[in-house]
C-alpha cells in the first residue's frame, strides 16, 4: 500500500504539468472520467472522498462539481 500515494503524486504532477487547463478543469475531467465508469444511478462516493481522489482544495472541488453538473453528468 505504500505505492498508492507515490502513484497519485506522479498522475497530479502529470496533470499539473498539463497548463493548458485549470484545476477546476482538470479535476471536472477527473470527475467525468469516474462518471463514465459507472452505471446510471450509482454513486459516486461523497463529496470529501472525490475531492480527496482528486487532490484538489474544496473551492476548487466545488467549482469542477459544478461544471460536471451543469454538463448534466452528475447530479
Do not use: H, I, Y
Amino acid at each position: 500500500m505504500t505505492e498508492a500515494p507515490a502513484l497519485r503524486r506522479a498522475e497530479r504532477e502529470r496533470r499539473l504539468s498539463d497548463r493548458s487547463q485549470t484545476r477546476p478543469e482538470q479535476a471536472a475531467e477527473q470527475l467525468t472520467t469516474m462518471a463514465a465508469s459507472l452505471a446510471p444511478g450509482d454513486r459516486l462516493g461523497t463529496k470529501e472522498e472525490l475531492r480527496v481522489a482528486c487532490g484538489v482544495s474544496v473551492g476548487t472541488f466545488n467549482e469542477a462539481l459544478r461544471m460536471v453538473q451543469s454538463r448534466g453528468l452528475v447530479t
